[in-house]
């Protein structure tokens, strides 16, 4: 049963984001389905404020002086997950509240492959979608078939994968006009959904070994460079560890920043911001951040 809609206002986004920091946003709109959202942004008229869309917040840090706009949180009604068809030809749905772990099983359990490298990654289909998310040689878009969006006005439509310019870790439209994402038709391998579970929790356990997933983090803070890693670069220029209050360069993967208590947006911000400079002052190199930043300073 799909949750009920709700309307809030001054919503803290140190609990919709994966940083656990950040100021408010002015109102947040969870909806229950993607109809629903088409109505309410048809009828209701937020026109001095933007429309921002979040999804588990895993990518993103809201500065402390908040967000003037007004936020979708499509992570709990925009939930829609489902195979059509069958054998090769199978599509899947998935709106863009549902958590990639989640398709990755459904994917496997339904006796398809391919898309195990989205199970450890803690986003939704629509910030997945936004951001190209990738790991392990794959990326989101190498499986996407067609995509379903929505204006601010509430209006739907459905694209082509043509209709994107799509890179690592980046995605523009080739089309004027704002649009946001409500769900994706994926296309996986049919095959074996035992290897595909099997190979799922391997790659979990890779990540358990590899990240500091115990503390309040958002992935990786930069992209790597041509032919190089950030967390190389930032290991090797002695940054593992680096401060800023509570904010801390994590000593077991250097491309995250952890929160170790109660980090401002700002403490993470700077210290985004130091590492960056450090590393381009000494190997010359300009780490491009992967994270995004919004709202206003305090
Ligand atoms: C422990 C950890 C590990 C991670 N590992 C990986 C990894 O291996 N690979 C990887 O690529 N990323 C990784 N990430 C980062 C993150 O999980 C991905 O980028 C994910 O795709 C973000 O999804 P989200 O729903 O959390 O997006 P959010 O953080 O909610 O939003 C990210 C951006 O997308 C926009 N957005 C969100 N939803 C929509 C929508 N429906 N339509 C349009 N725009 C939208 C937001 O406005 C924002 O600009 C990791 C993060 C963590 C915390």
Excluded at 99 to 119: D, T
Aim: with cysteine.
């Amino acid at each position: 049963m799909n949750p009920q809609a709700t309307l809030l206002e001054n919503v803290p986004m140190s609990r919709q984001t994966a940083w656990r920091a950040g100021g408010v946003a002015r109102f947040g709109y969870a909806p229950s389905s993607e109809e629903d959202l088409s109505l309410f942004l048809a009828r209701h008229s937020f026109s001095d404020l933007p429309v921002v869309f979040v999804g588990l917040g895993s990518n993103l840090l809201v500065r402390d002086g908040g967000l003037a706009a007004l936020v979708v949180f499509t992570h709990r009604g925009l939930s829609k997950l489902s195979i059509l068809g069958h054998g090769v030809d199978a599509l899947f749905y998935a709106s863009s509240g549902v958590a990639l772990p989640k398709l990755a099983r459904f994917s496997a359990n339904m006796g398809y492959e391919g898309a195990e490298f989205m199970a450890g990654i803690p986003g939704s289909v629509g910030g997945a979608l936004a951001m190209n998310a990738g790991c392990y040689g794959s990326e989101v878009w190498d499986c996407v078939q067609r995509v379903r969006t929505i204006t601010a006005n509430g209006e739907i439509k459905e694209r082509p994968v043509s209709d994107y310019l799509v890179g690592y870790r980046e995605v523009s439209p080739k089309h004027e006009g704002k649009e946001f994402f409500i769900g994706a038709w994926f296309g996986f391998v049919a095959g074996d959904g035992q290897k595909s579970r099997a190979r799922i929790s391997e790659l979990l356990k890779r990540r358990v070994r590899e990240q500091p997933l115990s503390k309040p983090n958002s992935g990786s803070v930069f992209r790597n460079p041509d032919g190089d890693f950030a967390a190389r670069l930032i290991e090797s220029n002695g940054l593992k560890g680096r401060s800023n209050g509570p904010a801390v360069v994590s000593d077991k993967h250097a491309n995250f920043i952890i929160n170790n208590g109660d980090a401002t947006a700002k403490n993470i911000e700077d210290l985004i911001a130091e590492v960056q400079s450090e590393v381009e002052c000494k190997s010359g190199i300009r780490l491009k951040r992967e994270v995004h930043i919004v709202g206003d300073h305090l």
